[in-house]
């Protein structure tokens, strides 16, 4: 190294002046030397070769390690229906359009639902599926996974009333909780990505969320929500 350099959170260290020769990965932050390592449009920037190498490419794997993420929200006491919920990867482009985003946006998962119109007017659930961002490193995986779980039991308990930003505040502190029970220094960079989000709807939600768990604690919000069908009202401290 030579003149002034920075280190990251993953204790490497790098010359300020190649930081415009050598770009980020689009999950962790590392430098990437593109040259060697590249990326995918698919993901929408470079990976390196740390996140390449625990990358979710494949349905069985990404099945298998969503089935260990709804067990893990289970033991949160969110009770989930017997109803299976379909998982699967895709591209960026293809979860942006499902969600109407643009796709410079960093969404990585998506919930979908469908309806049965049933002869009264009404209507009923029919089935959920859950798309997640195929090439995730698995830390990140698991997170997205716990996030896109949230979105699922609040529309299997059939919750609508939820503003967009305790809606996505929920989810981000049930995958803040993911990350943290990793006790990993990848959980922890993710769970610290969640904690500094400065987004109006998904980091002031998490923090809405957050503070309210602090008061009832997260059994209290998940009874309330059940019981319910809303958050639980907090009183202000005079």
């Not at 930081?19 to 040259?35: A, I, K, L, N």
């Amino acid at each position: 190294l030579c003149g002034d350099y920075r280190e990251d959170y993953w204790g490497l260290r790098s010359c300020v002046e190649h930081e415009v020769e050598f770009p980020s990965c689009v999950f962790c932050g590392r430098m990437v030397d593109s040259r060697r390592n590249g990326g995918s449009a698919s993901q929408g920037g470079v990976r390196c070769i740390v996140c390449r190498r625990t990358a979710i490419e494949g349905e069985r794997e990404a099945d298998e390690l969503f089935r260990e993420t709804l067990c893990w929200c289970s033991a949160q006491t969110l009770a989930f229906s017997s109803r299976k919920v379909f998982v699967g990867l895709c591209d960026k482009q293809r979860i942006c359009k499902m969600l109407g985003k643009n796709p410079a946006g960093k969404h990585l998962g998506v919930t979908k639902t469908r309806h049965l119109s049933l002869w009264n007017g009404a209507f009923r659930l029919q089935s959920l599926s859950v798309f997640i961002l195929r090439g995730l490193p698995r830390t990140l995986y698991m997170g997205v996974s716990a996030h896109e779980l949230g979105h699922v039991w609040l529309k299997q308990l059939g919750i609508v009333g939820l503003s967009e930003q305790h809606e996505e505040g929920f989810c981000e502190f049930l995958s803040f909780r993911r990350y943290h029970q990793l006790k990993t220094k990848e959980g922890q960079f993710f769970a610290g990505q969640i904690a500094g989000n400065e987004d109006n709807v998904y980091g002031e939600g998490f923090r809405a969320i957050r503070s309210m768990a602090a008061r009832v604690g997260f059994g209290g919000i998940v009874e309330s929500l059940r019981a319910q069908k809303r958050l639980p009202i907090i009183e202000r401290v005079q």
